[in-house]
């Protein structure tokens, strides 16, 4: 099981890490392409649109402050929703293992329902949330094979939600802060929002038992409060 020490034990292990190796290095996930020489693909999956490294690049340095996790006794290194494993004197991109725990989401992700519960999306990869002491863990698709849109359908009942409860805001650091910041700056605001309105777009009770007026009503104060409190700390939001 997965504790607050744990967590703090992750941050310390990752922030101790230094990649001071020359040569190509990956990019941060984001609306452009990385830079050339490095294969992206584009992932569109619920309206995403986030460019992201793809599975096994090679780079001599990780962007950031990795995250590091163990995944089958070796060690993981996680960083902007993306995962690395050692590679020699390298790291090379890799699908993220599914159950490790991560304390902070992507500085991107979409949030959905799925069988009554939340779940959050980012780099063909799925976060299920299991409280302060674990942090967000890597789960399988939630129905399965074809929600990962293998040649197949996404369930109608998980787009629709990925819909109506998809991220609405544009968010920019002006300050250059790193994928994991944005990630902890983003969860803490929304959690800041949440308190000050009463209302929580990941959580049953906010979103369906209100009308659509409502509804639409409190969704935009949420905003609001999530949008001060993001610019408060040096991020430009539309």
């Given at each position: 099981m997965r504790t607050a020490a744990n967590v703090r034990a992750w941050s310390a292990l990752a922030g101790a890490a230094v990649?001071?190796?020359?040569?190509?290095?990956?990019?941060?996930?984001?609306?452009?392409?990385?830079?050339?020489?490095?294969?992206?693909?584009?992932?569109?999956?619920?309206?995403?649109?986030?460019?992201?490294?793809?599975?096994?690049?090679?780079?001599?340095?990780?962007?950031?402050?990795?995250?590091?996790?163990?995944?089958?006794?070796?060690?993981v290194y996680y960083s902007g929703g993306v995962s690395y494993a050692p590679h020699g004197p390298s790291f090379v991109v890799v699908a993220a293992p599914v159950g490790v725990f991560v304390p902070v989401l992507p500085p991107y992700y979409t949030t959905f329902w799925f069988g009554g519960a939340p779940y959050y999306y980012a780099n063909e990869t799925y976060y299920s949330y299991r409280g302060p002491d674990q942090?967000?863990?890597?789960?399988?698709?939630?129905?399965?094979?074809?929600?990962?849109?293998?040649?197949?359908?996404?369930?109608?009942?998980?787009?629709?939600?990925?819909?109506?409860?998809?991220?609405?805001?544009?968010?920019?650091?002006?300050?250059?802060?790193?994928?994991?910041?944005?990630a902890n700056d983003r969860y803490e605001c929304h959690h800041w929002a949440a308190s000050q309105t009463g209302f929580d777009p990941t959580q049953p009770g906010s979103t369906t038992n209100l009308p659509p007026d409502q509804l639409s009503a409190k969704r935009a104060e949420y905003q609001r409060a999530q949008r001060a409190c993001l610019e408060g700390r040096g991020y430009s939001v539309r």
């Open positions: 990649f001071a190796l020359a040569g190509a290095s990956a990019q941060e996930p984001g609306h452009h392409p990385p830079h050339m020489g490095t294969p992206a693909h584009y992932d569109v999956r619920y309206n995403h649109n986030q460019y992201y490294a793809g599975h096994g690049v090679v780079v001599t340095q990780i962007p950031g402050k990795p995250v590091v996790v163990t995944h089958a006794g070796a060690p942090g967000y863990e890597v789960v399988d698709p939630p129905g399965g094979p074809a929600a990962q849109g293998q040649g197949m359908p996404v369930p109608a009942d998980m787009a629709a939600q990925a819909q109506a409860i998809g991220e609405d805001l544009f968010i920019y650091p002006q300050n250059g802060q790193p994928p994991d910041v944005q």
